[in-house]
């Protein structure tokens, strides 16, 4: 099989390969069982109402209530996005306790610390801000939340990574990079043999120039596993690392 891909000649390029695994996502049989729901999972569906007044929708497959098991979805950051506002939602209203939050959450693998974090403390200042203060006046919840609950606030609040709005980057290629940096063998000695180049031949700065602004980028993306910050030709402190691997 793999001869007949490399070679460009087998029927199923283009198309969803089945000879990897027996099952699919919509076979029941293949994931029933495996998955039950968590005793915090929450059982209170929100005011639909209030959900479509703030713009804000169930993640397909993670309605509420949700039956018996959880069934596998194949993420996407839109998928992600739609979730953790709805979460916001519920908590930031009170109908959601934090564990349900969590238990909610946990079922679309969002497991970065950084966002749950934040979304949990965004959550809590909307209730000090407008649902608190407004509580015997619940038909302005909506007005107050909608603009709150866009994907330009929560950017804008760091609650969400830039990568989940950038649709140039989909979440198969977060498979690809690390793959890329250990099998081209970025190692230390890369960075020495760089690092003796850069000074040798007086790059530092127009390196610099070239490379921060690509580094500022990345750094936009908040993934929680990628430690970097801008290149700097004076940092030489050997406690903090090679100065060209961060």
Request: with cysteine; net charge neutral; aromatic share 10%.
């Amino acid at each position: 099989m793999v001869r007949r891909l490399l070679n460009k000649d087998d029927d199923t390029l283009g198309s969803v390969c089945d000879k990897c695994c027996n099952w699919c996502y919509d076979d029941r049989k293949g994931w029933e069982g495996a998955w039950p729901v968590h005793d915090s999972y929450p059982d209170q569906p929100l005011d639909q109402e209030l959900m479509d007044a703030v713009g804000v929708s169930y993640p397909k497959n993670r309605e509420i209530p949700i039956g018996t098991y959880i069934k596998p979805m194949k993420q996407t950051f839109p998928w992600l996005l739609s979730g953790v506002k709805l979460a916001i939602l519920a908590l930031a209203t009170r109908l959601w306790k934090k564990g349900e939050f969590d238990a909610y959450l946990s079922t679309f693998a969002v497991s970065d610390k950084i966002v749950i974090t934040r979304a949990k403390a965004y959550a809590d200042s909307l209730y000090d801000e407008i649902v608190k203060p407004l509580k015997q006046q619940r038909g302005e919840w909506a007005l107050r939340l909608k603009p709150k609950l866009a994907t330009e606030s929560l950017l804008e609040c760091g609650i969400i990574p830039f990568v989940w709005v950038n649709e140039s980057i989909s979440i198969p290629q977060f498979v690809e990079l690390p793959m890329h940096q250990l099998f081209l063998g970025t190692v230390k000695t890369i960075y020495d043999v760089m690092d003796e180049f850069i000074k040798g031949n007086k790059h530092g700065e127009s390196f610099a120039a070239f490379i921060n602004p690509y580094i500022s980028e990345i750094r936009r993306c908040g993934l929680s596993w990628c430690a970097i910050r801008e290149f700097d030709l004076g940092l030489a402190d050997p406690s903090r690392g090679h100065r060209l691997s961060h």
